[in-house]
């Protein structure tokens, strides 16, 4: 080793999943990828390029167009004692698969009494902010965090999207990993001994004394931006990363919000039946006494994403429309 | 390479103790659901109750072609297969109950009874939804070179959704050993065959997706076995899918909910005639394999098993409710 293996690295969110990819192939025969066009292609949004070059075709396995039958081929390779991850394309797509996803993939430890875990790992990229309109712009990572018996991740950060997904195969139950698609071009640095991070707890990334916001994937990054603007406004927001969206470790925010007193959820999901309702809904049952103002939310436009770019912008949460919202939360506009 | 073979009639040779092995099975099945039915009917069993009755030779045929080893994925129709799988007839029945001394533990009922002891994976009450899962079990045992049969059973209702559809091409895509076995009892509820299928001949379709295909008359159990023995043995040798329609009908109605407004009387009559227990008894007796006495004592060793049984899930205690959430979750990550 030289001296340079020990300074952090510069890494794109793409890369550091193709990293935990990698590292999960060399470690556990067990462990096998597939999805559409997760081999030859390199992956729709390639983030397995060069993986079928180095593991073959057995271990990187291109699919057919049939979401429901390989996501729950993937299910049955589970219950037969291997560690598959499933990439579907998109959230969108994953609809197709819901059937496997929610009525079996989340029941079959609690229908058989605790008999058969389903040992899956499901990525999914999710998100708009491409211009790539109503049918490939969905946040519904919401929903499956209504279903008991999957677990939701959502990784933000380089070191979560490298992080997370050796946890996830470790977890004896379902986990569905969701990439926002806006993220995989993101650079960063990281640690050369990145490895495995917990999947259990949510993060404070950003400290503060005024205000907590809580969020998770692309919209993190729009809330830490929105935190250094208000912090030269003498606004001192705390900034908490949800990370797993089911189970939620509301211990974290709720701690948060009972020193700050005020709460705002920023999320790419729409309000009505969203996880946005449920954290407000807890921060309610928790800290109702704490609240200084009401909690708010800042969620996407109930509208199907439109293509054109200064619709989408403004269906989305964006960092101007966090600042507003914050200020007014904490009375500085008068 | 397709194959299609239909209904071949092979002269029925079978020692005693098989014969005696077949009926005591079909038996069980049948006596066990009049039991399922009572209890129902007494109100100590509730949810739907799918019955089997008419199609024991089926289940009873079919399973005689797998190892202990191998795995099976069923229906909510799936009585019939549990019990002829291994799973004990008190468990099945402590499960409609509801009781935790019951295969799922009183979580599953009479559609999800599972045991993992005789790789029993359900219990799918989803249409169509048990086939990709078989598929991943046999892809899973090809990746390990476990060389075992994830054997598949579903209705011809099934046939008509895309996870069908799916089912079969990624397992001939990728040669997986996976046994097919379309329960055809020429009703989805009270949709017939021909309303619901373009392409009547089933066979056919998966023929059509290059998976070995063959079609057999499932109200006899002998032509059943023999069926899903080449089939198993197919399955063994070349490590590819094949799909076996047994050719059957239900004697009652799809569940104890359906008021049956959709066949007539004497087409039930007519199918009833071919009913696989009486018509294997008389043939047996026929070529004096079989005689009264066996069958009287078939009857007897059955009922005393089924008193036991209910006897057993009556006994049987209620899970705590401390425990409602328990295995929603694992309780350990391992590794
Ligand atoms: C996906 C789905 N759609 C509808 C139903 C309701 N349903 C339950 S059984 C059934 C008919 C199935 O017929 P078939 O597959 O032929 O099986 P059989 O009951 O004849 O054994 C239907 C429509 C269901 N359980 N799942």
């Known amino acids: 080793m030289t001296s340079d293996d020990k300074a952090p690295r510069k890494i794109t969110y793409r890369e550091a999943v193709r990293e935990a990819i990698r590292e999960a192939l060399q470690k556990d025969e067990r462990v096998f990828l597939m999805g559409e066009d997760v081999g030859r292609y390199g992956g729709c949004f390639a983030v397995s390029k060069g993986l079928l070059a180095e593991f073959g075709p057995e271990r990187i396995r291109d699919t057919p167009l049939s979401e429901s039958g390989f996501v729950g081929a993937g299910i049955g390779a ?17 609809l197709l698969a819901a059937d496997q996803i929610i009525n079996n ?7 058989s009494g605790g008999q058969f875990n389903v040992p899956i790992v499901i990525r999914m990229a999710t998100g708009g902010g491409r211009q790539l309109a109503a049918q490939h712009s969905r946040s519904l990572e919401g929903w499956y965090a209504h279903i008991p018996g999957i677990k939701v991740l959502s990784p933000a950060t380089i070191e979560d999207a490298r992080g997370m997904l050796w946890t996830a195969l ?3 139950d379902p986990v569905l990993i969701f990439e926002n698609s806006g993220l995989y071009n993101m650079e960063g640095t990281l640690a050369p001994d990145a490895g495995p991070v917990d999947i259990d707890r949510a993060y404070v990334r950003r400290e503060g004394k005024d205000l907590t916001i809580l969020t998770h994937s692309a919209s993190l990054f729009k809330s830490l931006d929105a935190a250094e603007i208000l912090a030269r406004q003498g606004i001192d927001v705390e900034v908490i990363d949800l990370r797993t969206l089911r189970p939620l470790d509301e211990r974290t925010f709720l701690t948060s919000i009972a020193r700050t007193h005020r709460a705002l959820i920023v999320d790419e999901g729409w309000r009505s039946g ?48 966090i600042v507003d919202l914050v200020r007014k939360m904490v009375g500085a506009d008068g | 390479m397709t194959t299609q073979r239909k209904g071949k009639k092979k002269a029925a040779t079978v020692d005693r103790d098989h014969a005696l092995h077949l009926l005591h099975a079909m038996i069980r099945i049948r006596r066990l659901e009049e039991k399922c039915a009572e209890l129902y009917s007494a109100m100590k069993i509730r949810g739907f109750l799918h019955l ?8 009873v045929g079919v399973l005689q072609a797998l190892t202990p080893d191998d795995a099976v994925v069923a229906t909510y129709r799936e009585h019939a297969h549990a019990l002829t799988r291994g799973v004990g007839a008190g468990s099945i029945l402590a499960e409609m109950y509801g009781k935790q001394e019951g295969c799922s533990r009183g979580r599953g009922g009479s559609m999800h009874l599972f045991d993992g002891k005789t790789r029993f994976y359900g ?10 899962i078989a598929v991943g079990l046999a ?17 011809e209702g099934a046939v008509a959704e895309g996870e069908f559809h799916e089912s079969l091409n990624l397992a001939a895509l990728w040669q997986l050993p996976v046994l097919f076995v379309c329960e055809n009892n020429l009703y989805a509820m009270g949709t017939a065959l021909k309303l619901e299928h373009a392409v009547q001949d089933i066979a056919r379709k998966a023929a059509s997706y290059d998976v070995a295909s063959a079609a057999v008359d499932g109200m006899d159990v002998l032509a059943v076995e023999a069926a899903a023995k080449t089939a198993a043995e197919a399955i063994r040798s070349s490590g590819t899918p094949y799909f076996l329609e047994c050719r059957t009908y239900r004697f009652r109605a799809h569940s104890m909910y359906d008021p049956e407004l959709y066949r007539e009387k004497v087409e039930v009559a007519e199918w009833k005639k071919r009913c696989p227990i009486a018509n294997f008894i008389a043939k047996m007796k026929g ?46 990550r391992e590794r």
């Open chain 2, 139 to 155: 892809l899973a045992d090809k990746m390990q070179q476990k060389g075992r049969v994830t054997c598949c059973f579903f209705g």
């Open chain 2, 52 to 59: 089997y009755d008419g199609e024991e030779a089926v289940a």
């Open chain 2, 123 to 132: 219990g799918n009450a989803i249409v169509g939804g048990g086939l990709p």
């Open chain 1, 170 to 172: 470790e977890d004896p």
């Open chain 1, 78 to 94: 589970a219950l037969g004692g291997m560690r598959p991850i499933v990439e579907v394309m998109t959230v969108n797509f994953s």
């Open chain 2, 287 to 332: 070529v004096g394999i079989l005689s009264d006495g066996d069958v009287a004592a078939i009857e007897a060793e059955v009922a005393q098993e089924i008193g036991e049984a209910v006897a057993f899930a009556e006994a049987c205690t209620w899970e705590p409710l401390e425990d409602l959430t328990r295995f929603v979750y694992s309780e350990r």
């Open chain 1, 105 to 111: 993939a989340s029941l079959y430890l609690y229908m």
């Open chain 1, 274 to 321: 969203g996880i946005s309702a449920e954290i407000a809904a807890r921060i309610m049952e928790g800290v109702f006494y704490e609240l200084d103002a009401p909690v708010q939310r800042l969620c996407s436009v109930e509208a199907p994403m439109p293509y054109a770019k200064h619709m989408e912008d403004a269906v989305l949460p964006q960092t101007d429309k």
